[in-house]
């Protein structure tokens, strides 16, 4: 049984920061790369950055490059996305995945978590 659960959400002005967080319940967490993806209303789901088993060579959405930062504990079986500079066009549902790839162009999603809202006002 796998269980993803994001927390870290929030109401945010554009400029400021959220760090969000993932706690994964999943046999050998440490041997799945991970990600985050995000989809608003009426909107497709959007990549936004994936990491793998060791937690480098991270690969970021075009629209979030040099504002956010993914990384993991594997330690913790944990998941996070530190999002800088946060934009109205970031307001989003935000959601952890275990990830088959990390490039954008070639991942797939897996199991997936409920997400956290990320609301960003201008």
């Known amino acids: 049984q796998v269980q993803l659960v994001e927390s870290g959400g929030g109401l945010v002005q554009a400029g400021g920061s959220l760090r969000l967080s993932c706690a994964a319940s999943?046999?050998?967490?440490?041997?799945?790369?991970m990600g985050w993806f995000r989809q608003a209303p009426g909107k497709e789901r959007e990549f936004v950055a994936a990491?793998?088993?060791?937690?480098?060579?991270?690969h970021y959405g075009d629209s979030v490059k040099g504002r956010f930062t993914i990384s993991r504990d594997n330690a913790k079986n944990a998941l996070y996305l530190q999002m800088n500079n946060l934009r109205p066009e970031d307001t989003a549902v935000y959601y952890c995945?275990?990830?088959?790839?990390?490039?954008?162009?070639?991942?797939?999603?897996?199991?997936w978590g409920q997400g956290t809202q990320v609301t960003v006002s201008s």
């Open positions: 995945a275990v990830v088959h790839g990390i490039s954008p162009q070639t991942i797939k999603y897996g199991y």
């Open positions: 999943i046999d050998d967490f440490s041997a799945y790369s």
């Open positions: 990491v793998n088993w060791a937690g480098s060579d991270p």
